[in-house]
């Protein structure tokens, strides 16, 4: 069955200082992998993916992440925070082998960051 | 510009009422979905739809159900509501051809109370 870890609720940094947001997997298959960020009060916005290739993906806003196969995890990372990353970043995941559609998101990582 | 839309930012209703929440979207999209997000536990499919009149269980259907008669509409329906759907609803959509690997949009958001 497929799954997504997040696990730290909560990551506290200093602006200009990187920031690392966690994630692990499991899925049966190939992973096509996700990172969406919810600001307040508003929707889950898009910020990057995995699909296939290199290993590092870069997306909006700076941010990027890595896809470790081997560790099966997917860590966003920013070399240097900005107070407007703070928010609220999912981490989700699709299995490539099987059918459907279906998407499974973690349980969200609440970014602060401080000035 | 992308765009996906809900009926309401926030709802207030009461206990056995019937709910409706409409989601619509401006970019063709075949596939359609029904997520509810709670705080610590990520965002989970309720249902979702790949064509008109076409609609599969996601991990949490009970007490929902759901509707597509257009293309571009998707409803939710509460058919007698409870305090334990009390819940931020998110409606999201994408193209069927790449559906495995497209990004999901998502609309702003219904904040559901029911007392």
């Known amino acids: 069955a497929q799954s997504v870890a997040q696990p730290e609720d909560q990551v506290n940094v200093a602006e200009g200082n990187p920031l690392t947001v966690k994630c692990t997997y499991s899925?049966?298959?190939?992973?096509?992998l996700f990172w969406y960020v919810q600001y307040p009060n508003r929707g889950l916005q898009f910020l990057l993916k995995y699909i296939t290739g290199d290993n590092l993906v870069k997306g909006s806003y700076g941010f990027e992440a890595e896809f470790n196969k081997s560790q099966t995890s997917f860590h966003l990372k920013k070399p240097s925070a900005l107070v407007s990353d703070s928010a609220l970043y999912f981490c989700a995941v699709r299995d490539a082998g099987t059918g459907g559609f279906k998407t499974i998101f973690g349980a969200g990582t609440r970014l602060f960051v401080k000035a | 510009d992308v765009k996906v839309t809900q009926s309401s930012r926030y709802l207030v209703k009461r206990t056995g009422e019937k709910v409706f929440l409409e989601c619509v979207q401006d970019m063709d999209h075949e596939n359609m979905f029904w997520y509810r997000q709670d705080p610590g536990l990520g965002l989970r499919l309720i249902y979702f739809?790949?064509?008109?009149?076409?609609?599969e269980k996601g991990d949490i259907p009970e007490g929902y159900s759901v509707s597509r008669e257009k293309k571009e509409r998707f409803s939710l329906i509460l058919e007698s509501a409870s305090t334990n759907q009390t819940s931020m609803y998110l409606c999201a959509s994408n193209h069927r051809g790449t559906g495995r690997t497209d990004t999901q949009y998502f609309g702003p958001g219904t904040r559901l109370t029911v007392l």
């Open positions: 739809s790949y064509d008109v009149k076409m609609k």
């Open positions: 899925v049966s298959g190939n992973p096509y």
